[in-house]
């Protein structure tokens, strides 16, 4: 291309993140609010509902159940409808999950619900990764995948104050926990109504974009379409993908740091509870503190990552310094817990940012957002794990010290792991577990995040 269509291009990319990105941030932030509130409700739910710690730990990882199930046949009907419906349609039913969860009778409901939510929500996260790859060219991706990303770090930081305050909210003979979930569900639902009204499911359809930025963009993103088809001898089956080694690992990989991650998302207001006698708003800022401490790690590691470029070295010392943490927070009180975690976070969300970038520099860019989806939702079952196994010691041992330790070791064998991982396609043949060639081209890494 000539000089015009590149400033053209880089004029229409610019244009698509300033209307694009501020929306799905915010999504993702709603979206992530309706995942993890249930965190800061779960003495409520026993003192009204009877429901203890080893019925709560379940329902909440349920929630991951219904994700991965559903996950990947989300984003293949997203394909098929397009992003503006299909996006609109899963930000209406999480919603409507979120809020009926103001209705929970009892344990059976509790786990039918979260189970539901989690199908629900199922879908997104690969959704707005298939959208950017119909919007953006590649060197583009990257950078509005940091952003977006950011969306999960900043609703940790404002889902314990926001949640907190809305606990205090009563009338209607409804107690505070349940105005919770209807007013951070019905969010959920009214945001539904603007993505209709903003997204477009393909550039074509863009009226904020000139007959021309409209033309290089469509053609740029054609264009690498074709040379990726090109490049490609043989098109790995789904089969073969998860019979390749490297896959494997990714999944155990995001697996052990998702299991960190929800392991210290659900049970930290609990944990924050036993500091002394504080009540729920003072719990939800507290609990924003390790999350805050994570954002600044997070972007510092990958400043350093991206000068001295070892991308498995970095996951693994990251992965060192989450499991450090979990094993001395089970050394001393809850204060010092509390102290604990927040350096365990320094080392989780950082992990879960360094991760990304790995398989997305080994996988072949035509099959890499199915395997990505396929990576986000085995690797979140962490989700569902993490506090079952948490609310199961809690009710049978009294105490969360030897889930800690599992975090602990489940880290350490990560960061061994990762060294195993390749950050390049090998020299595969079609013969090969995902019949990757060599010399394919490859997703550009660039920054990434946490998956949802």
């Not at 929630?63 to 984003?75: D, I, K, Q, T």
Request: glycine share 10%.
């Amino acid at each position: 291309m000539n000089h015009v269509p590149d400033s053209t291009l880089a004029l229409a990319a610019a244009k698509v993140k300033r209307h694009v990105l501020p929306l799905v941030v915010v999504m993702f932030i709603v979206n992530y609010i309706d995942r993890v509130n249930i965190g800061f409700v779960r003495s409520h739910l026993e003192t009204d509902l009877g429901i203890g710690a080893a019925a709560y730990g379940l329902g909440a990882g349920l929630f991951f159940v219904g994700y991965a199930l559903f996950e990947v046949p989300s984003n293949m009907l997203l394909q098929r409808y397009g992003a503006r419906a299909w996006l609109t349609r899963i930000m209406f039913t999480w919603g409507a999950a979120a809020m009926a969860m103001a209705f929970v009778r009892g344990e059976t409901s509790f786990y039918v619900l979260r189970f539901i939510l989690g199908a629900a929500e199922a879908g997104f996260f690969p959704g707005v990764i298939y959208y950017f790859t119909q919007w953006l060219p590649a060197s583009e991706r990257g950078k509005a995948m940091a952003i977006f990303l950011s969306g999960s770090a900043i609703a940790s930081v404002i889902s314990g104050p926001v949640t907190g305050a809305l606990l205090n909210v009563s009338g209607l003979g409804l107690h505070g926990w349940q105005w919770m979930f209807l007013i951070e569900g019905g969010a959920s639902i009214v945001l539904c109504g603007f993505v209709w009204y903003w997204l477009q499911s393909h550039p074509s359809q863009a009226k904020w974009l000139t007959a021309e930025e409209k033309t290089v963009l469509i053609a740029t993103i054609a264009e690498e379409q074709r040379a990726r088809e090109a490049a490609q001898v043989v098109k790995p089956s789904m089969f073969k993908l998860l019979a390749d080694r490297q896959i494997a690992l990714f999944c155990f990989i995001y697996f052990s740091i998702a299991l960190t991650i929800y392991g210290a998302t659900f049970w930290l207001p609990s944990m924050i509870k036993k500091m002394g006698n504080l009540g729920d708003f003072q719990v939800g800022l507290l609990n924003s503190i390790p999350w805050i401490i994570s954002i600044v790690a997070m972007y510092g590691f990958a400043a350093l990552a991206s000068k001295w470029k070892f991308q498995q070295a970095w996951v693994a010392v990251t992965l060192v310094i989450a499991a450090f943490g979990m094993f001395i927070s089970t050394t001393g009180g809850p204060i010092f817990a509390f102290v604990a975690i927040c350096f365990a976070a320094i080392g989780f969300k950082a992990a879960s940012a360094l991760f990304w970038p790995i398989p997305q520099g080994y996988l072949d860019a035509r099959i890499a957002a199915a395997v990505i989806a396929l990576i986000n939702s085995i690797g979140n079952l962490g989700g569902f794990v993490a506090p079952t196994a948490f609310g199961f010691l809690e009710q049978t041992t009294g105490s969360i010290e030897g889930g800690l330790y599992g975090l602990a070791i489940t880290s350490l064998v990560a960061a061994v792991v990762i060294f195993f991982a390749r950050t390049q396609p090998g020299r595969g043949t079609p013969d090969s577990p995902s019949g990757l060639p060599e010399k394919k081209p490859t997703l550009n890494p660039g920054p990434s995040g946490a998956a949802a």
